[in-house]
């Protein structure tokens, strides 16, 4: 495109949202990385300190494992309908009633907590209101932040994506530690005040859009929110109750895949002048949809793979291995917005495929794993891995939004909600589609290599020789010859659990340096698309 074209574009563009451009483009930023932060962090705190407010409450964990899937299915219920609620009442408002209604079913959920089925309903109500975080934050960086801060704005909204992915299991520990379980549902009291003010004094205010829709259309969004959620419950409790295997699963499944079929049907013959479908249905916006699900199954590295290789090899409890990876939150802190400043002087598309090549690099070291790495060996790699992920997330984002741009994204709110509602879909069923597909690699992967194992313990002498040396060690206990030899036996066995499982985690972390491979490959499919602020604003 040349130059001048370009440049009037941009001046098209910038009156186009003159009038919703906040004068307090500081607390607007703050309010969006706030609500991100909110929306990713409860969830991922809520997962990892189940097992203490299980124990505090003396639940079971079948019934606990659905106070998880209910705040993250939650989520993704309000996906489609945060687009339908923000035409309705403008994103600000519904920001500002959410927080109120996300506030107060926190602070409820521990006082009910032994009542499980209390407990359900509330992090489900919790889950729908912090669910419209994350895509109506994302309408705000396109709709109300001058565009030359706009790049600082995306910077602080994949920020909270991939610090909280490391903080949350430090600070849960730190809580148990020195506070109680009660805090793991509280944490969210301590910042959502703080996003309210910066939503309330940081967005303009916006009278209500005169064209409401219809409660006729109003069912269009609900089949699909509950398509969503069906499938995503089944994906989410598919590995427990064992697939296919399981009814339940089952049921989730093929309701959901129904239900996805008649909002199909439903979207053909009544399109809703609130969504529009055909605005992220280009060949750019499908690649991106792809990379930005492949996206979350990189992040399982850290998140995973390494915590679940030192539990298994070296016994490292969740408040240990968060230690050894919290401190990384730090290089992504800083790298954050120097990405968001390299944005404004190079191609999103480059900034994205450094990262993926950084990722998919250190992956394969770290796939190098032997039972001598521990916590402080993978330092090095998860530090290069953070500022990767860090510059792969920010120019994916940034890319979105220039397809965005590009296609039309200020013509119409319709455009931006649509926007927003396909990112927050896309982001939450590649979370559960990487975790479901992971979790079941390493078990078939663990299955594998313990039947390769056992196929050197063969009785033979050198299964005997492994066999003396541990009758040797446990004999001075005081035991028995006959308990000596089963303590050695069972000590063999769990040597062999552990080198399965640790080479399961190595392959692991070989197919995320492959996933890492296929984004660049799809991120070099990209079309150009033009920058969000010209290279000479920055």
């Not at 124990?55 to 079971?60: F, P, Q, S, T, V």
């Not at 993704?76 to 408002?93: A, Q, Y």
Request: hydrophobic content about 55%; glycine content about 8%.
């Amino acid at each position: 495109m040349p130059v001048d074209a370009h440049s009037t574009e941009h001046e098209q563009r910038k009156a186009a949202i003159a009038t919703n451009v906040t004068s307090r483009p500081m607390l607007a930023i703050m309010g969006v990385l706030l609500g991100a932060l909110i929306s990713v962090f409860t969830g991922r705190l809520l997962s990892i300190g189940l097992a203490d407010v299980q124990g505090a409450i003396g639940a079971n964990s079948d019934d606990m494992s659905w106070v998880v899937t209910a705040f993250n299915a939650a989520n993704m219920f309000i996906g489609p309908l945060s687009v339908f609620l923000g035409g309705l009442l403008g994103p600000r408002r519904v920001l500002l009633w959410a927080s109120a209604i996300f506030a107060m079913s926190e602070f409820l959920s521990p006082l009910v907590a032994h009542n499980v089925g209390a407990l359900l309903v509330l992090q489900f109500i919790a889950g729908l209101s912090a669910g419209t975080y994350y895509p109506l934050t994302l309408s705000v960086i396109i709709n109300n932040l001058p565009m030359r801060l706009v790049h600082f704005g995306i910077a602080a909204y994949a920020l909270d994506i991939l610090a909280s992915t490391h903080i949350a299991t430090a600070l849960e520990a730190w809580y148990m530690d020195h506070l109680s379980w009660h805090w793991v549902f509280w944490n969210a009291l301590l910042v959502t005040p703080l996003m309210v003010a910066c939503v309330y004094f940081g967005i303009p205010k916006q009278p209500i859009p005169q064209s409401k829709p219809t409660g006729h259309n109003f069912w269009g969004f609900l089949y699909a929110a509950c398509a969503f959620t069906l499938i995503y419950i089944g994906l989410d409790q598919g590995e427990r109750l064992d697939w296919l295997h399981s009814g339940v699963v089952v049921a989730f499944l093929v309701s959901g895949a129904w239900l996805l079929f008649v909002t199909v049907i439903r979207r053909i013959r009544h399109p809703h002048p609130l969504l529009n479908l055909k605005f992220i249905t280009s060949r750019n916006f499908l690649l991106l949809g792809f990379i930005l699900v492949c996206f979350r199954f990189l992040l399982l590295a850290p998140t995973l793979l390494i915590p679940k290789y030192l539990e298994l090899v070296h016994g490292y409890r969740p408040d240990q291995t968060g230690n050894v990876l919290a401190w990384v939150s730090v290089i992504q802190l800083i790298a954050a917005p120097i990405a968001g400043w390299l944005l404004y002087r190079t191609d999103s598309r480059l900034l994205c495929s450094i990262g993926f090549l950084i990722v998919g690099a250190t992956a394969m070291v770290s796939s190098k794993i032997d039972p001598g790495w521990t916590g402080e060996t993978f330092v090095v790699s998860q530090a290069i891995n953070a500022v990767g992920l860090t510059l792969a997330l920010t120019g994916l984002v940034n890319s979105i939004l220039r397809n965005a741009m590009a296609l039309g994204a200020l013509k119409s709110p319709a455009n931006i909600l649509t926007v927003a509602c396909w990112f927050q879909t896309c982001r939450l069923f590649g979370a559960e589609i990487g975790k479901s597909v992971m979790l079941h690699f390493l078990r078939v992967q663990g299955t594998l290599h313990g039947t390769v194992l056992k196929q050197y313990f063969d009785g033979g002498w050198q299964t005997d020789e492994r066999l003396r040396q541990l009758i040797a060690l446990t004999i001075p206990d005081g035991s028995g010859l006959d308990d000596a030899k089963a303590n050695a036996a069972k000590l063999l066995g769990a040597a062999l659990e552990q080198q399965a499982g640790m080479l399961a985690v190595s392959d692991g972390l070989v197919l995320v340096a492959i996933t890492a491979a296929i984004c660049l490959a799809a991120m070099a499919a990209l079309r150009y698309a033009p920058p969000l602020v010209p290279k000479s604003n920055p």
